[in-house]
């Protein structure tokens, strides 16, 4: 019984300390912080759904308890959404923005598809072995495509945004173009184009792979991408390398000072990315859809992965919950019309929560619990609500006696205008005479002169104007600012340690009564 209740305050003490985010700057204060944004995200995304006169409980519960299906889209997007976001969170660390995790899944399935064409029967089901090879296809192909990424920015400076959004147009383009069956880029025979291409002429007819396959290749990446989560945490956490890789994200300069080489680290990184990148590609377009459709464009998908790897903080372990949670919401998202709704909502939905997790830094120092017990604890105490009484008084004083002050040297300052400007003119003819002297022929002791005498000039002019008060309102206004900064110190100080004393007793209260509990269990 003993070891019970000491395992259940320990349980208690660890989640307070979860909710609260005690541990500064810790990884648990990370994640709850995220975790504050998606509640935060869903209460504003439950607002805008009953703005539209739908029920706010039932579109989740569509999302959620259809999302949550184990079937192979969920745990296709999951695949691709951990793969995709971990290549876009380790450019992250390392100071780099892949935004070309579109251009680089399509560019992977893109080869693919040739090679489909070109040495594969697409009539026929696609085998293991072949599907493998159009795998390490994908990879490579995306890896090799942001590698072009990284060799402009490393040896030419030019900026990794610009160079893999440029590079994710060129991709579409080039996708409208071979996959057109009018071009005739595949094959030369009309006919035989428009057997495997699509007569819109913007995508490619489905390929044959058995369900088996298909189901086997998406659990296997699943788990890689778990593996490379893992890997990638034992990296950053462990490793020498990782710690450069966290340099160069954190200081560039610092990171050349430290002997650390700045075009290495962006190649190798931009290319471990485009290569997660490609592979997530391979389950997108292979495996689930079977299809290269809707080329007109970037693939939306990818840029998910960006929102889903900022909403983990980049952390690889805490990118495995965020692309669950955006792979429920993706899989859900086909259950709306049940409810009216087009899909076009789940991007509001997801865009608000996103904007939350943009924000999420300032959940760092949010902890409900602590602030609430806080609260109650300070205004049922009687002595403290004495004090800040007294403070308020004490800060409606000031101000008064502020706007008197300020008020007073307000037209002081206006009643010595006269003798300011006049001083400011005589002294500032003397200074000017002075700044226009050429010095250059001067030598070192008369240039010293001259700068001791421009200096004494300025020296005398802020003397004048001091006695004449010209800076008495101005000094006034921060003698008033500093002594209400004082009692608000002052005032804090209190109540931090009233809040500690009365803390305290609120502690022994709580361990009397689960000794108290204690002793009638055991009775």
Not at 176 to 196: E, L, M
Not at 204 to 228: P, Y
Not at 343 to 363: C, P
Request: charged content about 20%; overall charge positive; aromatic content about 12%.
């Amino acid at each position: 019984m003993n070891n019970f209740i000491l395992k259940l305050q320990n349980i208690v003490k660890n989640a307070s300390v979860f909710i609260r985010m005690e541990q500064q700057k810790s990884s648990l204060r990370k994640v709850a912080s995220s975790i504050w944004a998606i509640v935060f995200g869903i209460v504003i995304s439950m607002i805008f759904v009953a703005t539209s006169n739908k029920n706010p409980v039932e579109f989740f519960n569509i999302i959620f308890s259809k999302g949550l299906y184990g079937d192979k889209f969920l745990i296709g997007y999951l695949a691709i959404f951990l793969l995709g976001s971990l290549g876009v969170g380790l450019g992250f660390k390392s100071g780099y923005f892949n935004i070309g995790v579109s251009g680089q899944m399509m560019f992977g399935s893109l080869i693919s598809f040739l090679v489909i064409y070109k040495a594969m029967d697409p009539r026929e089901d696609l085998s293991k072995g072949s599907l493998v090879l159009l795998m390490l296809i994908s990879t490579i192909s995306g890896a090799l495509l942001a590698m072009i990424a990284g060799l402009l920015k490393a040896f030419f400076n030019v900026h990794e945004v610009i160079s893999t959004i440029l590079l994710n147009w060129i991709v579409v383009y080039l996708c409208v173009y071979i996959f057109n069956w009018v071009n005739n880029a595949i094959w030369s025979d009309p006919i035989i184009s428009k057997q495997f291409l699509l007569n819109t002429g913007d995508g490619t007819q489905s390929i044959k792979i058995s369900e088996d396959n298909k189901i086997a290749f998406i659990t296997a990446t699943l788990i890689l991408g778990i593996f490379i989560a893992l890997i990638l945490w034992f990296i950053f956490s462990k490793t020498t390398i990782g710690y450069k890789v966290k340099m160069v994200g954190l200081s560039k300069s610092n990171a050349k000072y430290s002997g650390i080489n700045e075009k290495t680290i962006v190649i190798s990184v931009l290319t471990i990315s485009g290569a997660l990148s490609g592979l997530a590609g391979f389950i997108y377009y292979i495996i689930l859809q079977s299809k290269m459709v809707d080329l007109t464009i970037p693939l939306n998908i990818g840029f998910d992965t960006i929102a889903i790897s900022l909403l983990a903080l980049n952390a690889p372990i805490g990118i495995i919950f965020t692309s669950l949670f955006y792979a429920v919401l993706k899989n859900g998202q086909t259950s709306l019309f049940l409810i009216d709704l087009n899909g076009e909502s789940m991007y509001m939905v997801t865009g608000l929560i996103i904007f939350m997790a943009a924000l999420s830094i300032m959940f760092n120092s949010f902890r409900p619990i602590y602030l609430i017990r806080r609260f109650f604890l300070l205004h049922l105490d009687k002595e403290w609500k004495e004090s800040y009484k007294k403070y308020k008084i004490k800060l409606s004083q000031l101000n008064k006696s502020k706007i008197e002050d300020l008020k007073k040297a307000k037209q002081e300052h206006k009643d010595n205008k006269k003798a300011f400007l006049e001083t400011k003119k005589t002294i500032n003819k003397k200074i000017n005479n002075l700044l226009f002297t050429k010095i250059q022929n001067y030598t070192d002791d008369e240039k010293l002169q001259y700068y001791a005498k421009l200096s004494a000039l300025k020296t005398e002019l802020n003397i004048q104007l001091d006695n004449l008060g010209f800076y008495n309102y101005k000094n006034k206004k921060n003698l008033h600012k500093s002594l209400k900064i004082s009692h608000q110190n002052e005032f804090k100080k209190t109540t931090e340690f009233k809040h500690n004393e009365l803390l305290e007793v609120f502690n022994a209260k709580l361990s009397q009564m689960f000794k108290i509990k204690k002793i009638k269990g055991a009775k």
